[in-house]
């Protein structure tokens, strides 16, 4: 195959299978589907190979690692300079990488550096007369824009969980490759890594959420909030920014387009009205339950499953019924 190629370029901080790795795995054959290209993978970091192999494996494809020696932190700016580098020389038609921070950053570095287009958050992956187009999120969630571009080369980030249960495991050889990169000195530099504490940590990959909006009332519901979490194998407790505001929850807790991006198999919304910045954040979940007590409420628009009731009311009776507690970290 003579087509330019499809590219995941995944960062790799430990020695574990990168998160994205499965969600950029299928946009990347959903994008191979209507314009067939070959797809390869790639794992940067200061030590990539155990990553590398296991990326490998777990997809089914080759892997190229790319170690940056001296690499302090996948954020400083050599990260971008060694990737660019190697980019440069396969000319990939498409570069796929996470919708993070970090993500978003290098996908616009690397698009300066390639001169190629940049396209950030993607949702879905379609076809019309003149090509493959693209779905994102605009105005914080409110609208969808279809985008298409002309570009050669162009750089994509994948919204969290946007392609999750469509991956497929590739019936390709899962060999390793290993090239080295020099860290390049100046520009962004490492300072030091504050890690959240552990019970701030873990929404992204929460197979459950119980979510708390400002329709609560008051922050001694939360306790309510919490007991059906507890009784739901792998749920979290989340909240919007209003709840987050006000102190009831820490903002590591917080949903939606200034908070965190969700895709669990299960969301159950408390008391959420539904606003496009919340939405935004939860849209890749899979079972949406919406209670509140307004049947006016947005957030009905978005669920699969809509309970009209005052949350002090459904709330003790959902718990009950829900039985004992799990063994799971709220």
């Known amino acids: 195959m003579n087509a330019a190629p499809i590219y995941l370029v995944l960062i790799s901080r ?19 589907a209507l314009a067939p290209a070959p797809i390869r993978a790639l794992v940067a970091g200061k030590n990539p190979a155990a990553a590398a192999g296991e990326t490998a494996r777990h997809l089914g494809m ?29 000319i990939p038609a498409w570069i796929l ?21 940049c396209i950030t958050g993607v949702e879905a992956v379609e076809q019309d007369d003149h090509g493959v187009v693209l ?11 279809a985008v298409r571009t002309a570009a050669e080369t162009i750089t994509v980030t994948v919204a969290d969980g946007a392609f999750a249960g469509r991956f497929e495991k590739a019936g390709g050889q899962a ?5 080295r990169s020099e860290a390049a000195r100046g520009g962004r530099r490492h ?11 873990g929404l992204s990959e929460a197979r459950a ?12 519901r939360l306790v309510l909030v919490r007991k059906l979490a507890e009784r739901i194998a792998g749920a979290q407790v989340a909240g919007s920014r209003p709840v987050c505001d006000r102190g009831w929850l ?11 991006t969700v895709a669990p198999a299960l969301y159950i919304a408390c008391g959420i009205s539904g606003a496009a910045q919340h939405i935004a954040g939860m849209s890749g979940a899979g079972l949406v339950v919406a209670i509140n007590k307004d049947p006016r409420a947005a957030i009905f628009q978005h669920a699969d499953i809509g309970v009209v009731e005052d949350l002090g009311t459904f709330l003790p009776l959902l718990v009950e019924a829900c039985g004992q507690e799990e063994d799971s970290t709220p």
């Not at 290098?106 to 300066?112: D, K």
């Not at 300072?191 to 940590?201: C, G, H, M, V, Y």
């Open 209 to 220: 959420i119980v979510a708390a909006g400002s329709g609560i009332g008051e922050p001694d």
């Open 62 to 90: 080759p892997v190229l690692a790319l170690e940056i020696v001296g690499l302090t932190d996948p954020g400083d700016g050599a990260t971008g300079i060694s990737l660019a580098d190697f980019l440069n020389s396969e």
């Open 14 to 32: 430990d020695r574990r299978l990168p998160a994205a790795a499965e969600n950029l795995a299928a946009c990347a054959r959903a994008i191979a």
């Open 135 to 145: 779905t994102r999120a605009v105005w914080g969630g409110k609208f969808r824009a």
């Open 191 to 201: 300072l030091k890594r504050i890690q959240a504490p552990e019970a701030d940590t």
């Open 250 to 260: 820490p903002y590591s807790r917080q949903v939606g387009i200034t908070g965190a």
């Open 97 to 117: 990488m996470e919708d993070t921070t970090l993500g978003r950053r290098l996908a616009a570095e690397l698009a300066v550096r390639l001169s190629a287009a």
């Open 175 to 179: 060999k390793v490759q290993h090239r």
